[in-house]
């Protein structure tokens, strides 16, 4: 059994596939070691486990909406293509997605993962209460208003604390968004106006491959705030594009959402990549690091330096930007960021060393790594660049005492206290 991006053979001893909420529990108690897979995007050890992993598929599926309609509470293994579906159909939507779809809510949410938009946060902030299972095979429901401290531990959480068998969600009433993408803008306007590029809209991503000077950048409008026209023939000297495009230019553009301005539910526009499609390209490695927004000119300034070294071995790269966030192991804890993402040909150890490179740049700038990526740096320096993390380790002691969730990953990234 491996990950998505098959760089990961887990080597869990048993997998389970429990139906129930109390056949959960008695598993949980019953393991030594355990952990919970969600879809397995990850490209690192975050969810393995040398015991018994546990997949939460087959979990009762349910979608219940609050009274108000500004919350929805979900079984943790759904993916966000099936929520944003169910969402849509009642009218109401999330105030963000990350590229793809086809992720599970409690995996997302468990490693950070974020979309773009200068005023969104990562998708785990939609998060308001969460429901484990904890390694005393109990029940535990953390809740944003009522433990605010342990909330704000408890959600970004690297699948440590135990089995999330259920979230509550923010929600808002759906929206429409538009999405076009502008060709050739200049990387020089892009560090030299970064908040004016990544404020033109609710969402904008620039996918470059550090090769050239300039990137193609995806602007997504919401219309009921931004209205539904584009930002002009020419925008930051780029041209807006005359057909649909990809992440990655010369692959087929049918793998991904809607563009050309046309309007439709924002489920189906703040993806870039469709739910019934493989995303991105299939055969990949992901890393990313986020730095305060801020260090954008100086981090497009190092990769661009870079380029002669790290272009051959990318396949695309892509700037995103994530509002700050307090969840204590959200690499946007604390501060606004720009993140540098690079999608990578599968060439395991020059990856590695180029993602060594950057680290050496962008580091010193302030970034932290993507849990769910990779990077070079050993994890227990990447467990230092997180000003929480001596709360989360005493955190992890508490609702976990006999370390059943501390995998190999958590334990490097967070020795015990
Ligand atoms: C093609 C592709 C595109 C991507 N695009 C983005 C992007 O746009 N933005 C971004 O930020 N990231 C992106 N990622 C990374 C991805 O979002 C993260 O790796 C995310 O964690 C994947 O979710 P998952 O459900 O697959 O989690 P997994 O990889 O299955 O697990 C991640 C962690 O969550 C834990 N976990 C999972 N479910 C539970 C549960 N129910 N209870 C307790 N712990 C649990 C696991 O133990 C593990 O620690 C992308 C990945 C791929 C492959």
Redesign the pocket.
Known sequence: MH???GNVEFEAARVHRPRTVEEVGRLVAGAEQV?????????NR??DTRGDL?V?DDLPRGVEVSADRRSVTVT??I?YAELARELQARGLALANL???P??????????????SGNGLQ??ASAVTALR?VTSDGEPLTVDREKDQDRFAGSVV?????????GLTLAVEPAFEVAQWVYDDVPLDRIAARFDEVFGAAYSVSAFTDWGGDTASVWVKRRTDREGGAHLGARWMDGRLADGPRHPVPGLCPVHCTAQLGLAGPWHERL???RPDFT???GE?L?S?LLLPREAAPAAVAAMRGLGPRITPLLLTS?I?TVAADELWLSPAHGRDCV?V?C?WRPAFEAVRQAIALIERELLPLGARP????LFALAPEAVGALHQRGEDFRRLMTELDPRGA?R?D??AAAFPRP
């Open positions: 990950n998505w991006a952990k919970v897979l969600g879809s397995g995007h990850s490209f975050v969810a546990l939460l943790g293994s993916r990350a590229s793809l086809h992720i599970s809510v409690a995996g997302s949410c468990a490693t950070g993962t974020h979309g990562s998708l484990l959480a690297l699948g440590a604390l135990g089995a999330v068998v993806p870039h990549f995303p991105s390209v990949e992901q990313e892509e995103r993140a993402h999608t993507h849990w769910g990526k969730f995998n990953f958590v």
